[in-house]
């Protein structure tokens, strides 16, 4: 079996981490992508008018990100992240003080508690019943089948709670409101932080993640023997009597011993015969609604307010994070990127309208900063990431599918993770690790 390659479709963060375990193993890997750049959804694009690289979308890494950041580390670019450790978050709306939720440099879960019990967002009654919540989610036994908001409210989660807590945590973490995703998908961010010493600091790029992620990669897989086909998009997926029968690139059949099959679920459909999709996913999977990301990039010849945090929450805007960058080599000149999470509302709206809102916003917040951006550049993602409900959470499917010599790694997989970057790079490494077991 393993004598002709192992195909991998896709160089997102599933696919690189599929492509680098299998060179692990000593497996001959074609990798397929059909952009121009590896990266997928945390690629990033030159932008003429801003004269420097742009990221598609704004991205927070975990500390609890173990798979993600064993990634970086085999890339050689871990040491790009800076750490906001111990954890701190500022939040501000308009007319409010910036509220800052820090932890506390203490042993285990002493730290958050002493960060919980100090944030003035809340009062007394309410930081402590916020830890109540908290310690419940992480106990329970038995998950139930609800919604992130029912669980919520059924535990007594109180507005001020919602609104300077649990919203921010889930619209970052998980691209959604508390209503559409599952207490499941909080329970495993939550658990995230929990898994590791540093699992509640949070990493934030320093550079455009196409210098750490789809640049390091292409030439890493490259040393390691990989064979990267840029711009080059699979076809098809040919299935014979159950078993990988090769596949389709550009028009032409060619042969291969298996498939990693590493791109969204959202790609799936179109690159397989309609009965094989079929009895692939049908009776088990739906295609979940994707949630959007709006970016605002700005470029301003001062200094923004809180320009000494990495990042700074945004309290009733669309907008919701900010991420000021000081631009090396430009005296004074900052790039400040916005993201605007599960922004499906903004998706009708024009890019300048979109702009100009933003701008408003920003104005509203911190009313003395009335600069005029140098440039601006709306990024729109339609498909950030799938947040999974309660239903479909059940039905996520494994890396290793009914069909011999086929697997699928990416975000919307089951790994315990939601559809993030560990779990994109989780479900890589387990796709090639199935690879294996099958391949005996
Ligand atoms: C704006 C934005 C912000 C985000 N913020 C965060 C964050 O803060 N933290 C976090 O953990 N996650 C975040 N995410 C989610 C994270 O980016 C994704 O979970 C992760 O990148 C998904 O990786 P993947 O490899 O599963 O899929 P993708 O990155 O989508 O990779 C799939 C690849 O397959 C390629 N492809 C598709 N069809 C074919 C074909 N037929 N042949 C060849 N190639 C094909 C595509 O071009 C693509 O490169 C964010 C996402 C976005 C868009």
């Known amino acids: ?17 599929a492509a680098l375990r299998l060179a692990d193993f000593g497996v001959q890997s074609i990798l397929f992508e059909r952009s121009d750049r590896l990266g997928g959804r945390i690629r990033s694009f030159f932008d003429s008018d801003f004269g420097i690289e742009l990221d598609l979308g704004a991205h927070i890494v975990s500390g609890g990100y173990k798979d993600f950041l064993a990634l970086l580390r085999e890339l050689g670019t871990v ?13 501000k709306g308009s007319g ?9 440099n203490f042993p285990g879960m002493l730290g958050p508690l002493a960060g919980f019990l100090s944030y003035k967002a809340l009062n007394i009654r309410q930081r402590f019943s916020l830890t109540a919540q908290l310690t419940r989610l992480m106990m329970m036994r038995y998950v139930p089948a609800l919604s992130a908001e029912m669980w919520l409210q059924r535990v007594g989660a109180t507005h001020a709670q919602m609104h300077y807590f649990w919203q921010p945590l889930i619209l970052a973490t998980l691209n959604a409101l508390p209503g559409h995703v599952s207490v499941a998908s909080l329970r495993q961010i939550i658990q995230l932080g929990l ?4 699992g509640f600091s949070l990493g934030i790029a320093q550079k455009p993640w196409q210098k750490i992620v789809g640049d390091a990669a292409l030439g890493c897989l490259q040393r390691k023997g990989v064979d990267v086909r840029l711009k080059i998009g699979v076809e098809q997926i040919i299935i014979e009597k159950g078993t990988i029968g090769g596949l389709v690139v550009e028009g032409e059949r060619i042969e291969v011993s298996a498939v990693i099959l590493a791109v969204a679920p959202w790609d799936w459909k179109g690159i397989f015969a309609p009965e094989d999709f079929e009895y692939l996913f049908n ?25 000494d945090r990495l990042m700074t929450g945004l309290l009733e805007t669309t907008t919701h994070w900010i991420f000021p960058r000081r631009l090396q080599g430009k005296r004074s000149r900052w790039l400040l990127s916005t993201v605007a999470s599960a922004s499906e509302q903004l998706l009708s709206m024009p890019e300048q309208e979109v702009i100009s809102l933003i701008l408003k916003e920003l104005r509203s917040v911190w009313p003395a900063f ?3 951006p140098v440039q601006a550049r709306c990024v729109r993602v339609r498909r950030a990431t799938c947040p999974f409900d309660a239903d479909l959470e059940k039905r996520r499917p494994a890396q290793k599918t009914r069909v011999s010599g086929l697997f699928i790694a990416n975000d919307a997989c089951a790994t315990g993770f939601p559809a993030t ?19 005996g």
């Open 370 to 372: 009335s600069y005029e």
């Open 1 to 17: 079996m393993s004598r002709l390659p192992v195909a991998v479709i896709g160089g997102g963060v599933a696919g690189i981490s």
């Open 195 to 198: 898994s590791t010493a540093r």
């Open 96 to 104: 409010t003080p910036v509220y800052d939720l820090r932890f506390k």
């Open 421 to 439: 970057l560990e779990g994109a790079a989780r479900a890589g490494f387990r796709a090639a690790q199935a690879f294996r077991e099958e391949d």
């Open 79 to 91: 040491d790009d992240l800076q750490w906001i450790e111990p954890l701190h978050l500022s939040l």
């Open 283 to 307: 009776k088990v999977w739906q295609v979940p609604l994707a949630s959007a990301i709006h970016g605002v990039h700005f470029l301003f010849d001062a200094e923004p307010p809180e320009a």
